[in-house]
């Protein structure tokens, strides 16, 4: 498997990189801006939220009919996918924050705002073996 290959702070970066350069304001999986998004892609979006989009369409949708489904919470977190919690709860909760957050986006895509978070991001979770050796 692909995902194998690559050391985790690559899959994360790739996974942080997609979302830079797909994701807009409009263009997430929420019904309205500033509603809570959906793991599965809604009709008319293309795609489900940022941690949906690692899952597979049976749990996404599985996900979103549960009333109370963040990734932050630890019974959902233990239902992914290995390959996706193997990114670990601390990425996909900030990754999911990124996404989530309608000032971090504009219709062109991540704001002044996003892009700081979105770096932030990339130091901590793709590039800390740089920072330490």
């Excluded at 019974?75 to 924050?97: A, C, N, S, W, Y």
Aim: charged share 30%.
């Amino acid at each position: 498997m692909e995902s194998q290959s690559k050391t985790i702070q690559q899959r994360r970066m790739e996974i942080l990189e997609w979302e830079k350069t797909n994701r807009n304001l409009t263009n997430r999986s929420q019904l309205d801006v500033g509603t809570s998004c959906h793991y599965s892609a809604l009709i008319g979006k293309p795609f489900g939220c940022a941690v949906g989009r690692l899952l597979d369409e049976d749990l996404a949708e599985a996900l979103d009919g549960m009333p109370e489904s963040s990734v932050s919470r630890l019974d959902i977190f233990k239902i992914l996918p290995q390959d996706v919690k193997d990114l670990g709860l601390p990425f996909l909760r900030e990754l999911q924050t990124l996404h989530d957050i309608p000032s971090n986006w504009t219709d062109e895509g991540l704001s002044e705002e996003g892009m700081q978070f979105f770096e932030k991001m990339v130091k901590v979770h793709c590039k800390w073996n740089e920072i330490l050796f």
